[in-house]
C-alpha cells in the first residue's frame, strides 16, 4: 500500500511565523500567554503546552500582572484587546498574519472615512478572526455566512462587502453578484477581495490529490473552519475520506483493498501530526 503526505497541506504562513514566534519566547523565558489557542488543533497547542506556553481567554486579560506577556495568534484582535493590554500593563507580542492585519487596516479605513457605512463581511460567526474585524466598525459590521443570508443587506444603501481571509473564493464571488443584482444603485457597491490566496488555493489542490488515491486521511483539529472546508472538498472527491485529530483515531477496516493512502490536512494541521499518521499506516502494513 502506497503511502503519501501532500506537500501542499500543513501550516500557512501565517500560522507557522505565530508558533515561531512563541518559540523563541518560549526559548527565552520560563512561560508566556496565548490569547485563545495559538492553533486549532489539539496536538500542537498540548506540544506548545508542554514546553510553557499558557492558554487564556479574554476575561484573564483582567487579572494578569503587569508586565505579563501575551501572545496575540495569527487570526488577529479588536482594538479593544490592545488599548485594554496598554491599560493593564500588558506586553504584547502582536503575531496577526499580515494578510489579516492588512484587512484589519482596510476595514477601519473604509469605516472611518465613510459616515454611516454599511460594511458587510462574509465569514464565520464567533470565528476569532471576524471578532478582530468586526472590532474595526465598533461592533457595526453586518456579518454573512451564506449567498441567502446576502439579503439581509440594505440594498438601497451603499455597501462595502469584505471576506475573512480563509473562505472560499467561489462563495465571495457568487455573494458579490447577488449583492450587484439587488441594488438599487450598482455604483454604489465597493467589493474586496480579501481572501488569502495560499489558503483559497489549497482547494483545487486538496481536490486532486483526494483524486490520486484510494483513501483519504483528512488530519484535522475539530475546532478548524478551515479544516471543515476541506475536509467537505476531499470528501466530495473521494467518499473513502476520513477525519481524525489524531493518529489513534484511524482504524484498520478503512483500508481494506486499498493500493493507495493520501494524508492531507488543514491549514491548522502541523506535518509532523501527518507524519505520524504515517507512521501508523507503515507499521500497519508492515
Known amino acids: 500500500m502506497h503511502i503519501e503526505i501532500d506537500e501542499s497541506s500543513g501550516f500557512c504562513f501565517g500560522v507557522t511565523t505565530a508558533i515561531r514566534k512563541a518559540e523563541e519566547e518560549l526559548a527565552q523565558s520560563a512561560a508566556l500567554c496565548c490569547l485563545g489557542d495559538i492553533v486549532h488543533n489539539g496536538s500542537e497547542c498540548e506540544r506548545l503546552r508542554k514546553a510553557g506556553l499558557q492558554t487564556i481567554d479574554h476575561e484573564a486579560l ?56 454599511q460594511i458587510v463581511i462574509y465569514g464565520k460567526r464567533g470565528h476569532a478572526e471576524v471578532l478582530g474585524l468586526v472590532g474595526q466598525t465598533n461592533g457595526e459590521a453586518l456579518v454573512i455566512e451564506s449567498v441567502e443570508e ?49 489558503v483559497a488555493n489549497r482547494l483545487p489542490n486538496i481536490r486532486a490529490f483526494a483524486s490520486r488515491h484510494d483513501v483519504i486521511v483528512f488530519v484535522c483539529g475539530l475546532k478548524s473552519s478551515n479544516g471543515r472546508v476541506l475536509h467537505e472538498a476531499c470528501r466530495k472527491v473521494n467518499p473513502r475520506t476520513y477525519l481524525v ?21 488543514a491549514t491548522s494541521t502541523p506535518k509532523w501530526l501527518m507524519e505520524r499518521c504515517a507512521e501508523v499506516l507503515k507499521g500497519a502494513r508492515d
Open 62 to 117: 483582567n487579572h494578569l500582572p503587569q508586565g505579563t506577556k501575551v501572545l496575540l495568534r495569527a487570526h488577529g484582535e479588536p482594538p479593544a484587546t490592545y488599548e485594554l493590554a496598554r491599560e493593564r500593563g500588558i506586553c504584547i507580542i502582536d503575531a496577526t498574519c499580515p494578510v489579516v492585519l492588512q484587512l484589519q487596516r482596510r476595514i477601519k479605513k473604509v469605516y472611518t472615512e465613510n459616515p454611516h457605512p
Open 150 to 198: 446576502a439579503a439581509q443587506i440594505d440594498f438601497s444603501r451603499p455597501v462595502a462587502l469584505f471576506s475573512q481571509t480563509t473562505k472560499p473564493l467561489e462563495v465571495f464571488r457568487q455573494i458579490v453578484d447577488y449583492i450587484t443584482a439587488h441594488m438599487e444603485r450598482v455604483e454604489d457597491f465597493r467589493y474586496f477581495d480579501t481572501i488569502c490566496r495560499q
Open 245 to 265: 485529530d489524531t493518529p489513534e483515531a484511524i482504524r484498520p477496516e478503512w483500508f481494506e483493498g486499498a493500493r493507495s493512502v493520501g494524508i492531507c490536512g
